[in-house]
Each structure stands twice: as C-alpha cells, then as structure tokens.
C-alpha cells in the first residue's frame, strides 16, 4: 500500500538539531494533487495522542504549534512531492515518533521516524 516515507530521525542531546523528510511513494499524489494539498509534520511521544506540530499551505505558508514556534521550520517541495521539518534547539520534550500526512483528508500512516532527545 502507498503511504508515506519518514526519514532523519535520530539520537541528539538537547540543544541539537535534527532534519526530517518526508515522501508520498503512491499515485495518489499524481496530477498535482500534492501541490494543492496542505501537509503537515506530526508527532507522537509515549502514551500520548498524535498531535500536529507543523503544517504547510498550498501557498507555502508555514504554521507551527507554540510548542515548536521558533525552533521548527517547515517546508515543501511539490516537485518531489516531498515535505521537509528543520528542528532546532530540541530538547527532551519534543521525544516522538513524527510523522508527515495531509492535513484534513488523511492518508494510510508510514512507518514515522524516531526522534529522542537526551538531556
């Protein structure tokens, strides 16, 4: 089944950086359908809801939850149909699993990529 792909996650100590990517392998997104959808960066930390952090607009405007304000940049790429977070000045609280998806019409999950922050 066509899902999305995470990459980027990883081990740092708090006060590093980490940068994850994200594409969509299915046909789904053929015919400029990415372009014209909003994505969104999600996360999950043990025992907890997902929740979304970042999403990007068809227009490439960026909005951030106040948790990650500041720290995390979100972007797109429409012709790899690929979405981008920068994440700076982790630290233990931002531990999850992250995930990327459409924002609204959600798509079969991937795997999600494991971000842990030390302190």
């Known amino acids: 089944q066509a899902q999305f792909a995470e990459s980027g996650g990883g081990l740092v100590q708090s006060g590093g950086s980490l940068r994850l990517s994200c594409v969509h392998s299915?046909?789904?997104?053929?015919?400029?359908?990415?372009?014209?959808?909003?994505m969104g960066w999600y996360r999950q930390a043990p025992g907890k809801q997902r929740e979304l952090v970042a999403h990007?607009?068809?227009?490439?405007?960026?909005n951030y939850a106040d948790a990650v304000n500041g720290r995390f940049t979100i972007a797109r790429d429409n012709a790899k149909k690929s979405v981008y977070l920068q994440m700076n000045s982790l630290n233990p609280e931002d531990t999850a699993v992250y995930f990327c998806?459409?924002?609204?019409?959600?798509?079969?999950w991937g795997q999600g990529t494991q971000v842990t922050v030390s302190s």
């Open positions: 998806n459409r924002v609204g019409a959600l798509l079969a």
């Open positions: 299915g046909a789904i997104f053929r015919g400029g359908l990415f372009s014209l959808s909003t």
């Open positions: 990007i607009t068809p227009d490439s405007d960026p």
